[in-house]
Structure formats: structure tokens, C-alpha cells
């Protein structure tokens, strides 16, 4: 039954941002502006290494705020009762920024310590020879602790907006004690949530057409995520 369930769920988050009128140019909005910070990435990286490195892609969708800011009211708004039936418009940028950078900062302050591991053990990588196998481990570590600290984040963001401060999305023992009450969904909605954007990101590893789509798919994955994460931890409260 709980897996039945899930899957309802998750149906109705894929359809929820194609059931609002404006869904094209909502979503067209969030790409265009995930696909100008790409390139700009991109570029900035090629004038100073002479290579084009995907690092570029990934830190321009990370750095994403107005997107992330309206995924953040996307989530909000599947926490209130009644749901949201519809996305935020595209408006008050600023205050769109502000918001994600609150959650930029948040997700840094949850995954600060494997990028530590990643960034290291990339160093290590790099000098090759004894070091090589140490590299390779740091960097295992790190992409494991930070699918693991990833786990916390969609609680802590709704504790965060259930009381209006920074610490409770911060406390893991009260966020752990949330998540027990809705563990199966969630589990299965983090591994779901994992995987697609696995998908996605093979999908952007095509030539010219998949740097184009990415950030287009990237942005309606996280509507997704945030309805589907939404009505799981409003069940929590």
C-alpha cells in the first residue's frame, strides 16, 4: 500500500507543474536562467584553463538563485493546507534571490564537510603515483557522506519553514524524529529523487543538444522534487 501511495504521489508532482496554465514560460523562465549562468560558467572556466569543464555546468545550476528561490515557494506552498495548485509566478527577483541563497547556504552548510573530502582527494588524484589510491577513497567518502547529509535536507528546510529559524534546520536529532514518521516514503522519494537526476545528467552529457536541455530539465525536476517532498513532510508535522 505505502509503495501505491508513493507512486500516486509522485505521479501527481510530475504532472503539478504542467497543470498550471503558464507552465511553459515558468518553466522556460527557470532553464533560460540555469542555461546563461552554464554558459557564463563554462566560459569563465575556458579563459582561464583553456578547457571546457562540467564543474562549470553543475556550479552554475548550484548557484541558481532565482530558480532555487522558486522551488523554495514551490515546497512552501505544498506545505500549506490547502496545497498550492500552481506554481509561483515569476516575480520579485530580488527577493527570489534572497531566498535562494538562503537554501544555497543551507545545502553548503549540509554537504560542506564531503566537499572537503571530494576536493581533496580530487587533489590527491591529481599527483598520481601512492597518493592515487588515498584519492580515490577521499573522494568515495566524500560522495557517500554527501548523499547521506543530502537525506536530511528536504526535513531541514521544512523544519526551517514551520519555524522561522536557521537552527532548526540545522538540528539533525529533530529532524531525524520527523523523518521516522514518514520514513518509507521518504527513503523511497530520495532514491527516486537520486536517480532521476542520474538520468538527467546523463542526458546532459550529449553533445551540444544535452548542455542545452540540461538546465531546462534540471529546473522542472526540482518543481517536481519540491511538490513530491512537500506532501510527504507536511504529513510529518
Not at 507543474?17 to 563554462?42: Q, T, Y
Not at 564543474?55 to 498550492?84: D, E, R, W
Request: proline share 4%; with cysteine; charged share 10%.
Amino acid at each position: 500500500m505505502a509503495g501505491v501511495g508513493l507512486l500516486n504521489r509522485v505521479a501527481r508532482a510530475l504532472v503539478f507543474p504542467l497543470e498550471d496554465r503558464k507552465w511553459l514560460s515558468k518553466i522556460v523562465v527557470g532553464g533560460s536562467v540555469g542555461l546563461l549562468l552554464e554558459v557564463l560558467f563554462v566560459s569563465v572556466g575556458f579563459l582561464l584553463t583553456r578547457e571546457f569543464a562540467i564543474a562549470g555546468s553543475l556550479l552554475a545550476q548550484a548557484t541558481n538563485f532565482p530558480a532555487l528561490g522558486f522551488v523554495l515557494l514551490v515546497f512552501q506552498g505544498t506545505l500549506t493546507v490547502p496545497q498550492a495548485d500552481s506554481m509561483p509566478p515569476w516575480r520579485q527577483w530580488s527577493a527570489l534571490c534572497l531566498k535562494g541563497l538562503l537554501i544555497f547556504m543551507l545545502g553548503m552548510a549540509y554537504e560542506i564537510i564531503p566537499l572537503l573530502f571530494i576536493v581533496s582527494g580530487f587533489g590527491l588524484l591529481a599527483r598520481g603515483g601512492v597518493a592515487l589510491g588515498l584519492g580515490l577513497v577521499l573522494m568515495l567518502l566524500g560522495m557517500l557522506a554527501g548523499i547521506t547529509a543530502g537525506f536530511f535536507l528536504p526535513m531541514g528546510i521544512a523544519c526551517y519553514l514551520a519555524e522561522r529559524r536557521l537552527e532548526a534546520a540545522l538540528h539533525p536529532a529533530a529532524i531525524w524524529s520527523r523523518i521516522r514518521k514518514v520514513l518509507a516514503e521518504y527513503v523511497e522519494a530520495y532514491l527516486l529523487s537520486i536517480g532521476s537526476f542520474i538520468a538527467v545528467g546523463f542526458i546532459g552529457t550529449v553533445p551540444a543538444l544535452g548542455a542545452l536541455l540540461w538546465p531546462f530539465l534540471t529546473f522542472y525536476l526540482l518543481v517536481v522534487g519540491a511538490r513530491l517532498f512537500g506532501g510527504i513532510c507536511s504529513e510529518a508535522g
